[in-house]
Every structure is written in structure tokens, then in C-alpha cells.
């Protein structure tokens, strides 16, 4: 079974652009039938969709988010990356990656000055 862990800051300025890393291990990103999601939940809020990568390294994005995201992999560390550009408060939450019914536990950003 596949087991997904987020890293990056705790903690990002306001316009600078956020970078965080999912790790996948137990399963290649590059194995069929694998869809690999980004989804962040803000504080009080439900779970948002931000971008899906397929096996073949196909993306799709949020249409809200479209302009200032972008995700990426790297198949020689089974590494999942994700930009996300022009930080506000806004942006300040839980996020996470997920595989097919796997999931990360999460790492939290926060927005601030």
C-alpha cells in the first residue's frame, strides 16, 4: 500500500511562493491506475481540490487556482512537488497529498508576516 508524506515550510510570507513535497514509498507515482492529488483544507473550512497528476504526468488544476499553481514529479526520488505562487492569508491551511484512498497526514502552512 502506498504511504504519502507531505514536508515543506510551516510558515510563508505573504507573496512569496509556497513549495511543498509529498514522498510517496510502497508505490510507484508512475504505476498505472494511480491518480496523485493535492487537496488543502483552511482552518474551519471543508477539503479543496487543488490539482490531480496522473501516472502518465498528466495535470489537471483548480480553475480557481490555475494561474498561480503548479505540480510537478520527480520519478527518480517518487517525489510529488507543489507550487503555489503569490501567497495571501488565504492560503493558509492543512494540506495534503493523496493517492487513489491513500492519504499524507498533512503538513499545515500558514500565511503571514
Known amino acids: 500500500q502506498a504511504q504519502l508524506q507531505e514536508s515543506g515550510p510551516g510558515l510563508v510570507n505573504p507573496s512569496q511562493t509556497l513549495s511543498l513535497t509529498c514522498t510517496v514509498s510502497?508505490?510507484?507515482?508512475?504505476?498505472?491506475?494511480?491518480?496523485w492529488k493535492w487537496i488543502r483544507q483552511p482552518p474551519g473550512k471543508g477539503l479543496e481540490w487543488l490539482a490531480t497528476i496522473t501516472s502518465s504526468d498528466t495535470v489537471y488544476y483548480s480553475p480557481s487556482l490555475k494561474s498561480r499553481i503548479s505540480v510537478s514529479r520527480d520519478t527518480a526520488r517518487n517525489q510529488l512537488t507543489l507550487q503555489l505562487s503569490s501567497v495571501t492569508p488565504e492560503d493558509t491551511a492543512v494540506y495534503y497529498c493523496?493517492?487513489?484512498?491513500?492519504w499524507g497526514q498533512g503538513t499545515q502552512v500558514t500565511v503571514s508576516s
Open positions: 510502497g508505490a510507484s507515482i508512475t504505476a498505472d491506475n494511480y491518480y
Open positions: 493523496q493517492g487513489n484512498h491513500y
